[in-house]
C-alpha cells in the first residue's frame, strides 16, 4: 500500500499554484467536503478523477494560517450576496412594483459608477478591513505586553498605553467604516448612519442602566418618552416641509384620518378639481402663515366676491359646502359637514379604532408566525398576549392620529390667532404622542424606528433651512463613531447590546463566525432586533 502511494505524484505536483490559492479563496476544507460528498460524486468519471479527494484538498491546507484565507472568503461571499440581492430587487421593483408606470430612461453607467457595485464593494471592504485590523491589533497588544516588550513600554509609555488597552483592537477595528465612503452619499447612505447611531446609543443606555445609573427612576420612565417630540417634529414637517418629510408617514396619516380629511364624494364628478395630499397640507400651512384666518360662509354671505384669500382657492371645493356656523376656517376644512371640533374628534375613535385594528390584526399575526411552538404549547396564553398587543397599538396609533388633527381645533380654541401660529403644530403632534404610553413596555422598536424618521427629517430639515451645512462625508464619521461605540459596548458588556442579531453581527466581524457569544447550547433565542 505504501509503495502504491510513493508511485502516485503528490497533491502540489498536480495543481498549479496559482489554482492552489484560487481555490483556498475560495471554498475551505470543510466546504469542500460538503461540495465533494454531494455533487462531484455525483458528476461525469471524468470530473471525478480530476478532482482531489477531500482529505488531498485539505493537505493543500496544512500548517498554514488561515484567518486570512477566510476573511477573503467571506467578504468575496458578502460582495457576490448583496450584489444579487441588489440585482434582484431592482428586478422586482421594475417589473412587479413598477409594473403599468412609465420608466425613466436611466442613463448607462461603468461599473466603478454603479452605486449598486460601489454598495457591494463597501459593505465587503468593510467586513475585509475590520477582521484584518481587528486581529493585527490584538496580535500587536498581545505582543506589547509581553515581557520582552518591557524596554518599548517604558521608552514609549503613552503609545504602549493606548495600544495596550483593552479596547485597542474594538476602537481600532471601527476605522474599517470608513469604506462606507465608497458608496455615493445618498438617501441609503444617510440612513444607514443613522440606524446604526441609534442603535448603538440604544444598548449605551442599556449598559448604563446595567451600571446602576437609573436606579430610583419613576415608573413610568422609558423609551415612549421619545414619541412627544418625534411626532411633533415629524407633524410639522409634514405641514411646511414636505420634501423633507417620508412620504411613507404622511400617506400613512392621510389614508387613515377618516373624520379629517376630506375625500372626493361619489357624487362628484371626476373632471372637477379637489384637493390631494400634497394640496391639503399645503393649504393648512397656508393658513398657519395667514395667522388662522375665520371662515367666511358663502352660504350665509353669497353675494361677497370672495370668502377665501386667493392663495387657499385649491380647497374651495371643499368649503363651499361647509356648516356656516364653524367660525375658523381650518376647523371648516377639516370637518365641514359637523360643526362641532369635540363631536368630530369622539367619532373619530370608533372609525380609525376599526381600521387599525384590522391593520396591526394583519401585521403583528405576521410577526408572530415565528412563534408557532408558543402558541401550539399555550394557545390561550399566546393568543391573549397577542390580542392585548394588537388593541394597544390600534388605540396607541389611533389616539395619536386623532389628537394631532384634533389638536388644531383645540388651539382656535385656546389660543389667539397670532400666537405661535406655526409651531402650534409642533405642539399638536408632541400632545399626540403621549398615547405612546399604551404601548411602554413593547413598544422600544416602533419608537426607535419614529425616533430615526425624525432624526432624519431633522437632518434634511436643518440643511434646508441654514441650521447647519451638510457636510462632505458627515454620515460617514458618524457611522464609524457609531461602529466604535457599538464594538466598545461588545467588548465590556455584550448583554447590554439586546439584539441577538447585532451581537452575531459583530461577532462577524471580528472573524468569530455568525454565532451570539451569549448563548449557550440549548438556550432559547431572545432578540428585540
Same mark, same amino acid.
Given at each position: ?33 460538503? =461540495?465533494?460528498?454531494? %455533487?462531484?460524486? #455525483?458528476?461525469?468519471?471524468?470530473? @471525478? $478523477? *480530476?478532482? +482531489?479527494?477531500?482529505? /488531498? ?82 496580535? =500587536?497588544?498581545?505582543? %506589547?505586553?509581553? #515581557?520582552?516588550?518591557?524596554?518599548? @513600554? $517604558? *521608552?514609549? +509609555?503613552?503609545?504602549? /498605553? ?368
Amino acid at each position: 500500500m505504501a509503495s502504491v502511494d510513493a508511485s502516485q505524484p503528490s497533491v502540489s505536483s498536480k495543481l498549479d499554484p496559482v489554482l492552489q490559492n484560487t481555490l483556498r479563496y475560495t471554498i475551505s476544507a470543510k466546504e469542500y467536503k460538503t =461540495l465533494h460528498e454531494y %455533487l462531484i460524486n #455525483r458528476s461525469p468519471r471524468a470530473i @471525478r $478523477r *480530476r478532482a +482531489p479527494q477531500p482529505p /488531498k484538498y485539505a493537505a493543500f491546507f496544512k500548517g498554514k494560517d488561515e484567518y486570512n484565507a477566510a476573511t477573503v472568503r467571506a467578504s468575496l461571499r458578502i460582495f457576490l450576496a448583496t450584489q444579487a440581492g441588489l440585482k434582484l430587487w431592482d428586478l422586482v421593483s421594475i417589473h412587479i412594483l413598477q409594473r403599468g408606470r412609465p420608466q425613466r430612461a436611466k442613463p448607462k453607467l461603468t461599473l466603478l459608477g454603479s452605486p449598486n457595485f460601489r454598495l457591494s464593494l463597501s459593505v465587503s471592504l468593510i467586513l475585509l478591513l475590520h477582521r484584518l485590523l481587528h486581529r493585527f491589533l490584538a496580535r =500587536l497588544r498581545s505582543n %506589547l505586553l509581553d #515581557r520582552g516588550a518591557a524596554p518599548f @513600554r $517604558r *521608552r514609549n +509609555p503613552r503609545i504602549s /498605553k493606548t495600544l495596550t488597552s483593552r479596547l485597542a483592537p474594538a476602537i481600532g477595528a471601527s476605522l474599517a467604516g470608513f469604506a462606507l465612503g465608497l458608496y455615493p452619499g445618498d438617501q441609503l447612505r444617510l440612513t444607514i448612519a443613522i440606524y446604526v447611531a441609534t442603535r448603538a446609543l440604544e444598548f449605551a443606555y442599556n449598559a448604563l442602566e446595567d451600571e446602576g445609573w437609573f436606579k430610583g427612576r419613576p415608573w413610568w420612565f422609558g423609551s415612549w418618552m421619545l414619541m412627544p417630540p418625534v411626532f411633533g417634529q415629524l407633524l410639522h414637517a409634514s405641514v411646511f416641509d414636505r420634501d423633507c418629510f417620508p412620504k411613507s408617514y404622511g400617506d400613512f396619516n392621510l389614508d387613515h384620518t377618516p373624520n379629517y380629511v376630506q375625500r372626493r364624494p361619489p357624487s362628484s364628478p371626476s373632471h372637477l378639481p379637489w384637493p390631494g395630499n400634497d394640496q391639503i397640507f399645503e393649504s393648512l400651512a397656508e393658513m398657519s402663515r395667514l395667522n388662522w384666518p375665520p371662515f367666511i360662509s358663502p352660504l350665509l354671505f353669497p353675494s361677497t366676491s370672495q370668502t377665501l384669500p386667493s392663495s387657499l382657492t385649491p380647497i374651495s371645493p371643499v368649503m363651499s359646502s361647509a356648516h356656516p356656523s364653524i367660525t375658523s376656517l381650518s376647523c371648516a376644512f377639516l370637518h365641514p359637514n359637523d360643526p362641532s371640533c369635540l363631536r368630530t374628534y369622539l367619532t373619530f375613535f370608533p372609525a380609525a379604532i376599526a381600521d387599525f385594528s384590522k391593520f396591526f390584526t394583519l401585521i403583528l399575526g405576521l410577526f408572530a408566525l415565528p412563534r408557532y411552538k408558543s402558541f401550539l404549547k399555550d394557545p390561550s396564553k399566546e393568543l391573549n398576549n397577542l390580542a392585548k398587543r394588537i388593541l394597544r397599538n390600534t388605540l396607541f396609533v389611533a389616539g395619536a392620529i386623532g389628537t394631532s388633527w384634533g389638536s388644531i381645533c383645540l388651539w382656535q380654541y385656546l389660543l389667539p390667532r397670532t400666537f405661535i401660529p406655526t409651531r402650534r403644530w409642533f405642539w399638536g403632534g408632541f400632545l399626540g404622542g403621549f398615547w405612546a404610553f399604551l404601548e411602554r413596555k413593547a413598544g422600544r422598536g416602533t419608537f426607535m424606528y419614529s425616533a430615526r424618521s425624525s432624526i432624519d427629517s431633522l437632518w434634511k430639515v436643518g440643511v434646508k433651512k441654514g441650521w447647519w451645512k451638510e457636510g462632505k462625508n458627515r454620515d460617514v464619521l458618524v457611522f464609524v463613531s457609531s461602529l466604535m461605540l457599538l464594538n466598545t459596548i461588545y467588548e465590556i458588556n455584550p448583554g447590554a447590546i439586546s439584539s441577538g442579531v447585532v451581537r452575531k453581527t459583530l461577532a462577524m466581524l471580528r472573524g468569530q463566525g455568525w454565532i451570539d457569544t451569549l448563548k449557550k447550547p440549548g438556550d432559547g433565542e431572545k432578540d428585540d432586533s
